[in-house]
């Protein structure tokens, strides 16, 4: 079984930040991490977007996904130097979310309760996933169902208390896979072939990015939203 690698060594930690200004260079990865219980401007939003978010029953889930829309509307605004309610979404061949005229940016967005992460790079194909803890009645057999059989007896030989945090870190993993590929939830666990990096988003939470090749840089940013 591919085994995820370690954060590249320097990444340096979250850095605080503003918003993003200007282009990507060629092998770095950006990872941006904000708080979606803070007010961000919704005035980007597309109509498609607000008529989306206006279904959402729960008042906190209505606001963490539209400011996550506006956020990453921004985000890529600052990298491609466009407005950002000039940003139009496309779908790639495998049907994972693009830019259109985006050139070579790739993006991917993963959210958990009011943690955000955002992950951009150029011409690598990625997928990132974040997650805090919370129970999981049996783990063992969710990873039996999508984990594979290795990685389930892995978390099995493990104490308790190790293996929810264990299954967690696996979870990001396997999810951030299937973006970084187009694959929808519920196929099966496959890291072959792509370079995995775990990361430490806030105390209780996993995170990892997916990636077709390895990074040559790894920018960690905390978004302060000034």
């Known amino acids: 079984m591919h085994r995820p690698v ?6 340096g930690g979250w ?13 770095e990865v950006h990872v941006w991490r904000a ?13 498609t977007e607000r008529e989306r978010a206006s279904r959402f029953q729960s008042e906190t889930h209505r606001l963490r996904w539209s400011r996550s829309r506006a956020l990453l509307r921004r985000m890529l605004g600052g990298y491609l130097d466009r407005d950002p309610d000039a940003i139009e979404f496309a779908s790639a061949p495998t ?9 070579e940016l790739e993006f991917n967005l993963s959210h958990s309760g009011g943690l955000v992460l955002v ?24 990873a039996g169902r999508v984990l594979g059989a290795e990685e389930t007896e892995r978390l099995r030989s493990l104490p308790e ?8 870190r696996s979870w990001v993993r396997y999810e951030a896979a299937l ?17 995995l990096i775990d990361l430490d988003p806030e ?11 390895a990074p040559s840089a790894l920018l960690l940013r905390e978004l302060t939203q000034d």
């Open 119 to 142: 992950a951009l790079t150029v011409a690598n194909p990625l997928g990132v996933d974040v997650e805090r803890e919370r129970d999981v009645r049996d783990p063992l057999a969710i």
């Open 6 to 11: 370690s954060p590249i060594a320097d990444a």
């Open 161 to 168: 208390a190790h293996r929810r945090r264990e299954f967690l």
């Open 179 to 195: 973006k970084c590929r187009g694959d929808r939830l519920g196929a099966p666990a496959n890291h072959a072939g792509l370079h």
């Open 15 to 27: 850095v605080p930040s503003g918003w993003p200004q200007g282009i990507l260079a060629a092998g």
């Open 35 to 47: 708080d979606l219980d803070r007010p961000i401007d919704l005035v980007s939003l597309s109509r």
């Open 95 to 103: 049907g994972k979310p693009a830019v259109a005229e985006g050139g």
């Open 203 to 213: 105390p209780g939470a996993a995170a990892a990015v997916a990636l077709e090749r």
